[in-house]
């Protein structure tokens, strides 16, 4: 059995998705209202979409949630709590299908022009080389929002080729709780041998309380309301550079 079970988010703690979340956004909502003004980057956005997508981002946890920047009005969201009222007022069966919008547009956008659609991600400085150390040194998990063959060509892309089975994505379980123990069972281990780094700490709240262990990752989209709770729960704040020692020692 593997002395360490390292887990790790992907959107803010691998790679920052911002542009393309931004522009499949966009069309995926031009589809779901049946139009088709649709962009092809960051650059054609107009200037109150691109504000309002960018005050949203780090808020939102899956695909489907962007529905909030086009059908809720409000010109700041202040905290999480704020988006969650917005986000209530959207029926469920509606972030679902514009979810399934999403990932379409995002496959299309993959199939007519891949390397287009791999250049609007960037990758953390210094995230490589933690995830080729947890790779060799550790079972390496991912548990994520993103769907499963992005997630997997995006590691592929920097020399992390993870099985399929070691990739828990949005249509796997319920939410990253319940993927953090379905990997417990495979690896038949305690709760608390499971290490796990996000950034958002509404990942890492329910996984604390189960007795995993767990850390806030400063240097993606983690905002200073999340951690300030982080702090209030007695979640770890970590640095990309603390990184290592939070998951291998």
């Known amino acids: 059995m593997c002395k360490y079970i390292s887990v790790f988010d992907v959107d803010g703690i691998i790679i920052d998705s911002t542009n393309e979340c931004l522009i499949i956004s966009w069309n995926a909502y031009q589809e779901y209202i049946g139009k088709n003004k649709f962009i092809n980057s960051i650059e054609e956005a107009n200037s109150d979409y691109d504000t309002k997508f960018r005050l949203t981002r780090n808020y939102v946890r899956a695909m489907g949630e962007y529905l909030v920047v086009f059908e809720c009005q409000y010109r700041q969201i202040d905290s999480q709590n704020e988006f969650e009222k917005n986000l209530s007022r959207l029926e469920k069966n509606n972030i679902q299908r514009y979810g399934e919008i999403f990932l379409k547009i995002r496959n299309d956008l993959k199939k007519k ?137």
Not at 114 to 130: C, M, R
């Open 113 to 249: 022009n891949y390397s287009s659609w791999l250049a609007l991600h960037s990758y953390y400085d210094g995230i490589q080389p933690v995830l080729k150390a947890c790779e060799e040194e550790a079972s390496l998990y991912i548990v994520t929002g993103k769907d499963r063959d992005s997630s997997i060509e995006l590691l592929a892309e920097i020399g992390i080729n993870i099985n399929l089975d070691r990739i828990f994505h949005m249509n796997l379980s319920i939410n990253k709780l319940e993927s953090l123990k379905k990997i417990a069972i495979i690896e038949n281990v305690d709760y608390k041998k499971i290490r796990f780094v996000d950034d958002n700490v509404t990942h890492l709240r329910g996984p604390q309380k189960e007795g995993f262990t767990v850390a806030l990752g400063d240097w993606g989209y983690a905002l200073p309301e999340h951690i300030d709770r982080a702090d209030k729960y007695g979640i770890p704040v970590i640095s990309i550079d603390d990184v290592l020692d939070f998951m291998l020692k």
